[in-house]
């Protein structure tokens, strides 16, 4: 015969899960908050924007866009991973933030191994190796060729040490055998401003971000830095066709929730975001900003993110990168 305990124990057993069914029936009843841990404008916020819009329109609730940048997206991520964990506060993580700040940076808030469970990958965000419209160098073999015959003399800008701007560039030098002169600024934008002004030879950042400057003529093309090429620029070619083989470096921007989310909310909550982001209406968005929208499981997202993170703590000990 089973103990008064056990009898006790079973039931509350059987009271938390109906109460975790009927917390993910009634989701959501109330405002959903996206916090994403950049300024406003990148290109991290700009997709989550695309993709509130449409959760609003599916959930019949707001689904408000809360930027709080600082710290590279440590001071965001420390308030979702302090938030409620019923599924109403929840964070754009991206490949900075999950991936490569728990290699980059002796002290976190957080824990990132523990403090938040995946939801779902979002939308890859290609990277792209651009030069001054003045520069000489018309193709990336052109560039390496340079970079090669001055060893140390190519700079190229990024958003800070750590960064995926920073990491994609030396991916790229230890792939081509090159050395190159590395100069951090304190954000994207900067970085880029500079490149424009000419005061440093060139960049790696995303798509979304450098499209405009494309178009307009003020920034070259020269390699697109992802395993294929993006939609958006079908004619640049990837730095694994034309210099080396196999050679992929992506960002990418996913959703997750602090770490006692009930799974079952978890996995409404991904299965609305797949859904909403494979709409022809998003996935055109996407596209035309440069950025390749996805939507996947927990199980998939969570997988990227641990291959990338063993993969930039590899290159962040080979390299000796340290925060600024």
Known sequence: MMTLRAVLTAAAACLITVAAHAQTAAYPSRSVTLVVPFAPGGGTDTGTRILAQKLSQKWNQPVVVENKPGAAGMIGADYVARATPDGYTLLIGNLGTQSVNPSLYKKIPYNPDTAFAAVSLIAELPLLLVVNQNSPAKSLSELVAFAKSKPGNLAYSSSGSGGSMHLAAELLASGTGTKLLHVPYKGGGPAIQDLLAGQVDMSIATILELNSHIKSGKLRPLAQMGATRAAALPNVPTVAEVAVAGFSATSWMGLLAPAG????????????????????????????????????????????????????????????????
């Open 261 to 324: 989310t009930p799974k079952a909310l978890i996995e409404r909550i991904s299965a609305d975001v797949q859904e909403a982001v494979n709409t022809p209406e998003i996935r055109d968005k996407f596209a035309s900003l440069g950025a390749v929208p996805v939507g996947s499981d927990a199980a998939k997202f969570q997988a990227l993110i641990d291959a990338d993170r063993s993969k930039y703590a590899r290159l962040i000990k080979e390299k000796g990168i340290v925060a600024d």
